[in-house]
């Protein structure tokens, strides 16, 4: 069956450094990769989107890399504050047919210390 | 800011009770999306729609059905409420670009 994994324990940055957060799945491929961030009790917010034949996306502090041979996807927050802690989901999309209903993972908690 | 908007943010009600949850846009987005999300836990698909008329069930069973009368307005309705239906019941929208913008969340408990 699908299977996608990330970080299962809270990651803990210091401010001002580079998180880095994984996502790897299993039996899929998807036509492209989000990230989104959660906050408690609030819905997800897209951040970017990577499709399958990018190798990398970036939008001001934030960085994703997409390899489909390893089946692994790496976001990055540089120069990171603690206004980024939350919790990051990955969703992996297929294109045509069915609903474009996003599969998510259980989300990576990201907490950056001042 | 995404303009999709989830009424009640919490409820509580009793088992056996017949409740709806609505969810509304006003981006004019086709596709609609009911997501089922239990604390620490991924979101599960449990309803979805193209457009006006159409629903679908999604990937996790559920009890609970919906509608699609008008194309921004998404109610998820339960029949009989359960305590295992206590979870948090996420809307979403999208338009062309397979990006999905949600709704803040209703947070059901039945008891």
């Known amino acids: 069956s699908q299977k996608i994994e990330q970080n299962s324990e809270a990651l803990n940055i210091q401010e001002g450094k580079t998180a880095t957060l994984t996502c790897n799945y299993t039996?899929?491929?998807?036509?492209?990769l989000q990230w989104y961030r959660q906050d408690p009790g609030r819905g997800p917010v897209f951040l970017l989107l990577?499709?399958?034949?990018?190798k990398e996306k970036r939008k001001e502090r934030l960085k994703v890399t997409f390899d489909t041979t390893l089946k692994q996807s790496l976001f990055h927050i540089t120069a990171s504050q603690p206004a980024d802690s939350a919790t990051y989901l990955c969703?992996?999309?297929?294109?045509?047919?069915?609903?474009?209903?996003?599969?998510f993972g259980k989300g990576t908690h990201l907490i950056i210390q001042p | 800011e995404a303009d999709i908007y989830q009424t009640p943010r919490y409820l509580v009600i009793g088992t056996g009770k017949k409740i709806t949850l609505e969810c509304s846009q006003t981006?004019?987005?086709?596709?609609m999306y009911w997501y089922q999300q239990d604390p620490g836990m991924e979101l599960h698909l449990i309803h979805y729609?193209?457009?006006?008329?159409?629903?679908e069930k999604g990937d996790l069973s559920s009890e609970s059905t919906v509608s699609r009368i008008r194309t921004e307005h998404f109610p998820l309705t339960l029949e009989s409420a359960r305590p295992s239906h206590t979870s948090q019941y996420l809307c979403?929208?999208?338009?062309?670009?397979?990006?999905?913008?949600f709704g803040a969340g209703t947070r059901l408990s039945v008891l």
């Open positions: 981006m004019g987005h086709d596709k």
């Open positions: 979403a929208s999208s338009g062309g670009r397979n990006i999905q913008y």
């Open positions: 969703a992996l999309g297929s294109s045509g047919g069915g609903a474009d209903g996003l599969t």
């Open positions: 039996n899929y491929s998807p036509a492209y």
């Open positions: 990577i499709r399958e034949n990018e």
């Open positions: 729609s193209y457009g006006v008329n159409s629903t």
